[in-house]
């Protein structure tokens, strides 16, 4: 599996003994609702456990939203990641998110991807697609700089990632598709041309300064 880009934004005590691990909501809230506004509302916190000393991303067996009065079930794509709702309700009813963990949980790190949401998963970008994404990360990562005290890395295209790892194609007008990534820089976006690939991403990232 290719590398992982991520963000640890959660600060976890994972138990040694436990499959099962319980995370406040009020965490996940605190990261998730900074996308809650229509500067950034394109993107979202994909959830998932990176295994330790070996990159892959840990089983997740079920993931759910757990309050006093009911249960709510969450996504897991098959990569083993997960995104919670923006729910202020939840944060005030003290929600906890539990985890089963096909790996032993002491072995399994947090860690939280940054991408488009599913609609913007498609086969074809207009021009228009294209400059809304890297307006929407520019916008998220200039923000973060703003408010963390240290610098945040620019945003400097998109990556394109493809659920065949080893895909390689001609892409028209554009660079070509190696080992199931596609970049683009900033500089072919600023050329504002349409984006047809062979099929639809699994994911659309920043290709930030630094990766």
Not at 67 to 73: A, F, G, H, Q, S
Request: hydrophobic share 45%; glycine share 4%; with cysteine.
């Amino acid at each position: 599996m290719r590398a992982i880009w991520g963000i640890v934004l959660l600060a976890l005590a994972l138990p040694a003994a436990a499959d099962v691990i319980e995370v406040e909501y009020s965490r996940f809230y605190s990261h998730v609702s900074k996308l809650d506004d229509e500067d950034t509302n394109a993107l979202q916190f994909a959830f998932g456990f990176v295994k330790v000393g070996e990159g892959r991303l840990c089983e997740i067996r079920d993931a759910n939203i757990v309050t006093d009065k009911k249960t709510l079930p969450l996504d897991v794509t098959g990569e083993y990641r997960f995104t919670v709702p923006t729910e202020r309700a939840l944060k005030l009813a003290e929600a906890v998110v539990a985890i089963d963990l096909g790996d032993p949980a002491n072995q399994c790190d947090m860690s939280v991807q940054l991408e488009t949401r599913p609609e913007y998963l498609k086969q074809e970008y207009s021009v228009d697609d294209l400059e809304l994404l890297m307006d929407q990360y520019s916008a998220f990562f200039n923000e973060m700089g703003s408010f963390l005290s240290f610098m945040m890395p620019s945003v400097e295209g998109l990556v394109f990632q493809f659920e065949d790892d080893y895909l390689d194609a001609a892409v028209p007008y554009a660079p070509r598709i190696n080992k199931g990534t596609l970049i683009l820089s900033e500089e072919w976006l600023e050329d504002a041309r349409l984006l047809r690939l062979p099929h639809a991403p699994m994911r659309v990232t920043a290709k930030t300064s630094g990766n």
